[in-house]
């Protein structure tokens, strides 16, 4: 079982897939705590990856069109936003 805590801002630190049937639990900020599956954070872990790449200007694979000059040190996220009571 994985345990991950939730910042003041609202996310966990998460920065890679987790095994899909693994047991993973929230603890939040309000004191309340959440069990999910690796599958449901490997879901928002994607979401919270596309959206930074959609921002960001870079396809799908994380690659910047940019000008050479603007190309991003990474292409990657280690933050997903979570909130007490999402869906398991």
């Known amino acids: 079982?994985?345990?991950?805590q939730q910042d003041a801002a609202g996310f966990v630190r998460m920065n890679r897939?987790?095994?899909?049937?693994?047991?993973i639990t929230i603890v939040f900020t309000n004191g309340t705590s959440g069990e999910?599956?690796?599958?449901?954070?490997?879901?928002?872990?994607?979401?919270?990856?596309?959206?930074?790449?959609?921002?960001?200007?870079?396809?799908?694979?994380g690659f910047s069109r940019a000008p050479a000059k603007t190309v991003h040190p990474t292409n990657n996220v280690e933050?997903?936003?979570?909130?007490?009571g999402m869906a398991p």
């Open 36 to 61: 999910y599956t690796g599958r449901r954070l490997n879901d928002l872990y994607d979401a919270a990856l596309a959206s930074f790449r959609a921002e960001n200007r870079l396809d799908a694979k």
């Open 79 to 84: 933050y997903v936003p979570v909130e007490a």
């Open 17 to 23: 897939h987790f095994p899909a049937k693994t047991p």
């Open 1 to 4: 079982m994985i345990t991950l």
